[in-house]
């Protein structure tokens, strides 16, 4: 392997034009392939991966609820009074600027008010699915509404109904369903109530003492699309910001939900890579340029791990297309580790001053030290987690 080495030495060392055109051209074409990659910042991964038995790791990413976002919207000052129609027009305006600040790429839908369509809709879903409703003590009810009785008692009801104000709303359900054989399921579904303290006004959620107006949005990537929602977020922050003066400076509005939680918590992700790499780099410099009395030495030694690194994320790229931006973050100690090769070889070269001595000496030992390394990193792959898995293959 040595040998190897000081070949390549040797013929580079009178063609130094070559040596340059190819290292410029590898490069740029590392830098390309390395910036083109995308970044996961999805921090659950550091948790799970993707094996098929993980049940619920699958529920919860597939729970459209987990991805919602609930608006509150209520007084800046709990001691001052607001009515519920105030919030209820503020809730407006609120979702009016929602919808034209935003396209379907963003938010999939909001829900602020509870709408003739969507109760078509929860009939339908009902009628259609009776069967999954019933006990089997509910079918000796169902038996008894089919009596001769219960059917002439059922029309004389229904006829009353349909002569009223009320037909405007309950024609249809009496046309598919005259003898009521449904009132057992929507009976039933009052058992999905959590409990009581939430309260319908105006076809809106308020909270039970009416102080509290929630608004529903469903953002139109999941959760983890961290990058797509961030635009989502920024988006709200500054209609709050906008809600903040004039009249409504007295109306406060604040949201949770998963989509947020992710988003923060990329964000935070961010500044912790960012900053830990920063650190490293100055210490590692400051503590190199300290013991070799030389700011140069600790550059040359950068170099490699920059060549690296620029080379792991091409392949990646390559390869995978994307990587988690967490096991970036923990990619801060192998640049130490890469360092510390660098230094072997300038610090032996300056005991040897001999650029081949150095190369037959050396190469080996740092070789099969890269090596070992490599393959310590390499058992991370096979890891039930996606961001140790990266962190493997990077």
Not at 357 to 369: A, G, V
Not at 380 to 389: A, E, G, K, P, Y
Request: aromatic share 10%; with cysteine; proline share 3%.
């Amino acid at each position: 392997m040595s040998e190897l080495l000081i070949h390549i030495y040797r013929f580079f060392r009178n063609r130094k034009t070559i040596f340059y055109l190819l290292l410029s051209i590898a490069s740029i074409s590392l830098v390309f392939l390395a910036s083109r990659i995308g970044f996961e910042e999805n921090i659950t991964q550091s948790v799970s991966g993707q094996d098929k038995n993980d049940l619920l790791g699958t529920v919860v990413k597939n729970l459209k609820l987990s991805d919602k976002l609930v608006v509150e919207i209520t007084s800046y000052d709990s001691f001052s009074s607001v009515t519920p129609d105030e919030l209820g027009f503020a809730g407006e305006r609120f979702v009016d600027s929602v919808k034209s600040h935003f396209d379907s790429g963003t938010i999939r839908g909001i829900t602020f008010r509870a709408t003739d369509t969507g109760m078509s809709e929860l009939m339908s879903l009902v009628m259609n699915h009776l069967p999954v409703f019933y006990d089997e003590p509910d079918f000796k009810t169902l038996d008894s509404l089919l009596q001769p009785e219960s059917i002439q008692s059922a029309l004389e009801k229904n006829y009353r109904i349909l002569v009223s104000p009320a037909s405007m709303v309950l024609k249809k359900r009496i046309q598919s369903d005259p003898l009521g054989i449904s009132n057992i399921a929507f009976a039933k579904l009052k058992t999905l109530r959590t409990d009581d303290n939430f309260e319908l006004y105006n076809g809106c959620v308020y909270t039970k003492d009416l102080r509290h107006l929630l608004i529903f949005i469903l953002p139109a990537n999941p959760s983890s699309e961290t990058s797509q929602n961030d635009k989502l977020i920024r988006g709200l922050d500054e209609i709050i910001r906008n809600f903040s003066t004039g009249a409504d400076s007295k109306i406060r509005i604040q949201y949770f939900g998963g989509a947020a939680v992710a988003v923060s918590n990329a964000r935070q992700l961010k500044k912790d890579i960012t900053l830990t790499l920063c650190i490293a780099i100055i210490l590692i410099f400051l503590l190199i340029s300290w013991y070799f009395r030389n700011l140069l030495i600790p550059l040359l030694g950068m170099l490699p791990a920059i060549f690296g690194g620029a080379l792991s994320l091409a392949v990646l790229f390559l390869l995978k297309g994307k990587i988690s931006a967490i096991s970036l973050g923990i990619g801060s100690v192998i640049l130490g580790l890469i360092i510390d090769y660098s230094l072997y070889l300038v610090n032996h070269f300056r005991s040897k001053r001999d650029i081949e001595l150095t190369l037959k000496e050396m190469s080996l030992t740092i070789i099969l030290c890269s090596i070992t390394s490599a393959g310590a990193f390499f058992c991370l792959t096979f890891l039930n987690s996606s961001v140790l898995q990266d962190l493997g293959w990077f």
